[in-house]
């Protein structure tokens, strides 16, 4: 087995052997580095890497959006910034603006480090 494909099968298991909330957390570092890719991407004058990385960023946030659980309250906030993070990315995608992408990464960076802290919290609750 090379390298690589040692990887690969590490990798599989661990999505496949992740909790939901583990889950979350690897959506939004995915979505993390596509957006930075894309943003490289910009950089380089690579258009078309910049269009695949933040489709891919746009599909998780999709993602996201359609997994919201409409009967918790905050569940209409976070639709509402994601619905927000979604047409920024659209907008950085049809005009390829770097500034854009660095303000959608920072709201995701803050929703990934928001989820992780909750993730911390529960934990040591349930103990």
């Given at each position: 087995?090379?390298?690589s494909n040692?990887?690969?099968t590490y990798k599989n298991n661990s999505i496949l052997t992740a909790s939901p909330q583990e889950l979350t957390l690897m959506l939004y570092d995915g979505a993390l580095k596509f957006c930075n890719q894309a943003?490289?991407?910009i950089e380089a004058g690579n258009k078309s890497e910049a269009h695949r990385c933040i489709v891919r960023t746009e599909d998780i946030i999709e993602e996201f959006q359609a997994s919201l659980d409409k009967k918790y309250p905050i569940s209409k906030e976070l639709g509402a910034l994601?619905?927000?993070i979604y047409r920024r990315l659209v907008e950085a995608n049809i005009k390829k603006d770097k500034v854009i992408l660095e303000e959608v990464y920072g709201?995701?960076?803050e929703l990934r480090d928001t989820w992780k802290e909750a993730m911390?919290?529960?934990k040591h609750q349930s103990v």
């Open positions: 087995m090379t390298y040692a990887y690969q943003i490289k991407a994601y619905d927000y709201l995701i960076k911390k919290l529960a």
